[in-house]
């Protein structure tokens, strides 16, 4: 596995309990205010009966769905994280890495209406898990990806490569983690070469603010097509 890719889970490891805090209660304001909301919009606008949530983290967005009578399926990397979802009420969340999913070496279930990874793909390699994701979808399913906008995220270094969030403007004690910032074409590619089709593309932003607060893509397989 390459340093950074490493380095990558190693800090998720170590933030995880900060990461739960912040989340749960409400210290991220683009959450609050726009990102959040946009995925459930844009989950809730397909009318999925089950979904599969990449990347759930502490389990919010499970338990959102849950309350609005969706069967909603987490899967994390990090036992922390997949703890707190199990406690705070998510019915089923497992505990798998990414490489494992991407190798179909575990068994998360199938036959999901909707895949969604909510600032979930941040490492570099992200087309064997997209491509082992297609495969579960059910016929007319889809995968909605919400991350940071590239435009933004770019600080005018506008190409793919990794990229360091340090947790400057947030409480409590953080490890830098790196993270994969790619091109919106970078995007679309790495869809492509997955066996999707973009059906959606979405710029959320906040009426106050003059940048998209993120880059919304919903895609279908092209074998369900």
Same mark, same amino acid.
Not at 120 to 130: E, G, Y
Not at 190 to 205: M, S, V, Y
């Given at each position: 596995?390459?340093?950074?890719?490493?380095?990558?889970?190693?800090?998720?490891?170590?933030?995880?309990?900060?990461?739960?805090?912040?989340?749960?209660?409400?210290?991220?304001?683009?959450? #609050?205010?726009?990102? @959040?909301?946009?995925? /459930? !919009? %844009?989950? &809730?606008?397909?009318?999925?009966?089950?979904?599969?949530? *990449?990347?759930?983290?502490?389990?919010?967005?499970?338990?959102?769905?849950?309350?609005?009578?969706?069967?909603?399926?987490?899967?994390?990397?990090?036992?922390?994280?997949?703890?707190?979802?199990?406690?705070?009420?998510?019915?089923?969340?497992?505990?798998?890495?990414?490489?494992?999913?991407?190798?179909?070496?575990?068994?998360?279930?199938?036959?999901?209406?909707?895949?969604?990874?909510?600032?979930? #793909?941040?490492?570099? @390699?992200?087309?064997? /898990? !997209? %491509?082992? &994701?297609?495969?579960?979808?059910?016929?007319?399913?889809? *995968?909605?990806?919400?991350?940071?906008?590239?435009?933004?995220?770019?600080?005018?270094?506008?190409?793919?490569?990794?990229?360091?969030?340090?947790?400057?403007?947030?409480?409590?004690?953080?490890?830098?983690?790196?993270?994969?910032?790619?091109?919106?074409?970078?995007?679309?590619?790495?869809?492509?070469?997955?066996?999707?089709?973009?059906?959606?593309?979405?710029?959320?932003?906040?009426?106050?603010?003059?940048?998209?607060?993120?880059?919304?893509?919903?895609?279908?397989?092209?074998?369900?097509?």
């Amino acid at each position: 596995m390459p340093a950074d890719e490493l380095t990558l889970l190693q800090s998720w490891h170590h933030n995880a309990q900060a990461w739960i805090e912040a989340v749960r209660s409400g210290a991220i304001e683009s959450r #609050l205010k726009v990102t @959040d909301q946009a995925i /459930l !919009l %844009a989950i &809730m606008g397909r009318q999925p009966e089950r979904v599969l949530d *990449l990347g759930c983290g502490e389990g919010w967005l499970l338990r959102a769905l849950a309350e609005r009578g969706i069967e909603a399926v987490g899967v994390d990397g990090d036992a922390t994280l997949v703890e707190a979802a199990r406690v705070a009420g998510a019915s089923t969340v497992h505990l798998a890495s990414y490489e494992q999913l991407a190798q179909a070496s575990v068994d998360i279930g199938r036959d999901f209406n909707l895949i969604c990874a909510n600032f979930a #793909l941040l490492h570099q @390699d992200i087309i064997p /898990l !997209l %491509a082992a &994701m297609n495969t579960l979808l059910a016929p007319g399913g889809a *995968l909605v990806i919400q991350t940071l906008h590239p435009w933004n995220a770019a600080a005018g270094d506008y190409q793919d490569g990794w990229r360091e969030e340090t947790f400057s403007g947030f409480g409590g004690q953080w490890q830098p983690m790196p993270w994969y910032m790619r091109t919106l074409s970078s995007w679309f590619n790495a869809l492509d070469i997955a066996g999707f089709r973009l059906a959606g593309l979405q710029e959320p932003q906040h009426p106050q603010s003059p940048v998209p607060q993120s880059l919304l893509l919903v895609a279908e397989s092209r074998e369900n097509a």
